[in-house]
T-cell receptor, first 115, second 114 residues
């Protein structure tokens, strides 16, 4: 069984500040982990993914995430927020090889960026 | 570029009507999915299909059915729409070539049932 917890339904930052969106997961097998972004009135778009290669994963738009097995975490960060980063962010886990390819999504975190 | 398209961006239907939502993908993906998205609840899986004419129930299949007659097309059917089915509906696909575990999403259909 797999599950995802995103801490904080809303995160508010100032433009130029560090962005940190938290994601913790549980999985019975080595996981594949994903972050997706959803801009208003659009579908989800893949931001980055971890598939058991490097633990620090770089994605689009300056975002990155670090897989920490001991903490079962996959937090998303960006050094400097931009107004255009305002969106809904979803963390997802799949069970990887030998497990279900169907992801489980977190409930989402809305990122608000203030000027 | 993988493209997933949905037949409508916005739809308004009356209670009791039969509603069809269509999804088409152009990447020859084996797997297709229907989700509904509601504020605070994230994405919930309604149905998925791993091959033509094959379908599996997701977490919330009640009140919905699906059809997959061709590999590229996956339809969601609301047999008799109710107001509690007012929601954003998202279609997604995934395939072995593109990366079996990552999903590609359509733009969504916002359905309002009055």
């Amino acid at each position: 069984a797999q599950s995802v917890t995103q801490l904080g339904s809303h995160v508010s930052v100032s433009e130029g500040a560090l962005v940190l969106l938290r994601c913790n997961y549980s999985s019975s097998v080595p996981p594949y982990l994903f972050w997706y972004v959803q801009y208003p009135n659009q579908g989800l778009q893949l931001l980055l993914k971890y598939t058991s290669a490097a633990t620090l994963v770089k994605g689009i738009n300056g975002f990155e995430a670090e897989f920490k097995k001991s903490e079962t975490s996959f937090h998303l960060t960006k050094p400097s927020a931009h107004m255009s980063d305002a969106a809904e962010y979803f963390c997802a886990v799949s069970e990887g090889t030998g497990g279900s390819y169907i992801p489980t999504f977190g409930r989402g975190t809305s990122l608000i960026v203030h000027p | 570029d993988v493209k997933v398209t949905q037949s409508s961006r916005y739809l308004v239907k009356r209670t009791g009507e039969k509603v069809f939502l269509e999804c088409v993908q152009d990447m020859d993906h084996e797997n297709m999915f229907w989700y509904r998205q509601d504020p605070g609840l994230g994405l919930r899986l309604i149905y998925f299909s791993y091959d033509v004419k094959m379908k599996e129930k997701g977490d919330i299949p009640e009140g919905y059915s699906v059809s997959r007659e061709k590999k590229e097309r996956f339809s969601l059917i609301l047999e008799s729409a109710s107001t509690n089915q007012t929601s954003m509906y998202l279609c997604a696909s995934s395939g072995a070539l593109a990366g079996l575990y990552e999903q590609y999403f359509g733009p969504g259909t916002r359905l309002t049932v009055t």
